[in-house]
């Protein structure tokens, strides 16, 4: 009897048919995700230690995010032309190029440019691939699932991840850091490599993907992923806050594991309430982002560890509620019109957020000063723009 319950219960929270496809990603997204949650935290923090200013710093992300909007359109017409896993499995190099490079900044600025470049091409290569095979190959009846189940590999590993790279840091430095992560961002490619990927090519016009970021039809959903751009502070801007709270790089990697092992059982339970109807998943996403924008506000009270371990906490969680319905509507609408076309757009509009946010934070530095306050108040404001969303397809022709 106990038996069957826990059966019941796992069936209810967890994607048991995920296809092949599917877990194949689970496990390289997995493994790179270690990799990048070692040292992602500490990326700006780094960059900070060595000289930034947070206007350079958001300088060095805008120049990231510019080429990777020009570039993108190439990225989809490369997988569409050779496959989604080799356009992964090609976006590798380019990401242990980027922590090379991060790390030889420190010895000649100059390297600034090259990582910036070598950033913007992974970023080329990985996310049209990694959204396109997510959406092609999962399950429309538990999709929302499969995408919360994912977000929980990605949590544990964030929880491990971040503690382990501030450890690393703390006894030996960046330079072994970065080693490590090189061997293991390679060794994402190999659950890739099992089988081989069946792929009918098929043509991606580079034009008419910014042409569709225009169309009357598709502004609502445009602007709502504009929200994205607060992503690009809670990245950039709030590891420096932390840092400036706590001033330890083994402390800052346990507070973000903590509150992110706080997270970790919500997205089990907003999985399942995204695998209803599409009433519960706009429900899911308005509340979401009004807690989200809340969280943002909150920050400007944030003080000592446990205030940002709490609050970080609860940004974490109301982020979740936004993500799993979001990318459950839009991979299910690009199954709908086209698969590659409509994550493009997603991701084109995303970055046009994350440009915004870096423009304005760029002019609220210069004309505010150097305050934290006036960069997670325009966080909170272009969070609240994720409920303009509408479930419906993205207009592809």
Do not use: C
Not at 375 to 397: D, H, N, Q, W
Request: charged share 15%; glycine share 8%.
């Amino acid at each position: 009897m106990l038996t069957h319950f826990f059966v019941r219960l796992f069936k209810k929270f967890f994607a048991i048919r995920a296809s092949r496809q599917v877990r194949e990603l689970y496990i390289a997204d997995m493994i790179i995700n270690l990799a990048t949650a070692m040292v992602a935290l500490f990326e700006p923090i780094y960059l900070w230690t060595q000289g930034f200013s947070l206007s350079g710093i958001l300088y060095f992300y805008l120049g990231v995010y510019v080429l990777y909007f020009f570039l993108m359109p190439l990225g989809a017409k490369f997988a569409r032309r050779f496959g989604y896993e080799r356009a992964i499995l090609v976006s590798t190099p380019g990401l242990v190029a980027f922590y090379a490079l991060l790390y030889l900044i420190s010895r000649d600025f100059q390297f600034t440019y090259w990582a910036v470049a070598a950033l913007a091409l992974q970023k080329t290569f990985y996310w049209p691939a990694y959204h396109a095979d997510f959406a092609r190959f999962s399950r429309n009846d538990e999709r929302g699932r499969e995408i919360g189940n994912s977000l929980i590999i990605n949590s544990l590993v964030y929880i491990a991840g971040p503690f382990l790279g501030g450890l690393i840091i703390s006894l030996w430095g960046f330079n072994v850091l970065f080693a490590v992560i090189s061997v293991l961002i390679l060794a994402s490619n190999v659950p890739l490599m099992t089988t081989r990927e069946k792929f009918k090519p098929v043509p991606f016009s580079y034009w008419h993907a910014y042409r569709r970021l225009t169309y009357a039809e598709n502004r609502r959903n445009f602007l709502g992923f504009l929200g994205f751009g607060e992503e690009l502070i809670v990245l950039v801007i709030w590891p420096i806050f932390i840092y400036t709270v706590v001033a330890s790089f083994f402390s800052v990697g346990s507070l973000v594991a903590g509150a992110t092992l706080a997270t970790t059982l919500v997205l089990l339970y907003v999985g399942r309430l995204t695998d209803g109807g599409a009433g519960e998943r706009r429900s899911i996403l308005k509340v979401g982002s009004v807690f989200s924008s809340a969280a943002w506000w909150l920050r400007l009270l944030a003080g000592g560890s446990w205030g940002v371990f709490l609050i970080d906490t609860l940004s974490r969680i109301s982020k979740t509620v936004i993500v799993v319905p979001m990318m459950a509507m839009t991979y299910q609408r690009a199954n709908e019109t086209s698969v590659m076309k409509t994550v493009v757009f997603f991701e084109m509009s995303l970055v046009v957020g994350k440009i915004l946010a870096i423009v304005l934070g760029i002019l609220a530095l210069r004309y505010i000063g150097n305050s934290y306050g006036a960069l997670f108040v325009l966080a909170g404001l272009m969070t609240l723009l994720y409920s303009l969303i509408k479930y419906e397809p993205i207009k592809v022709r």
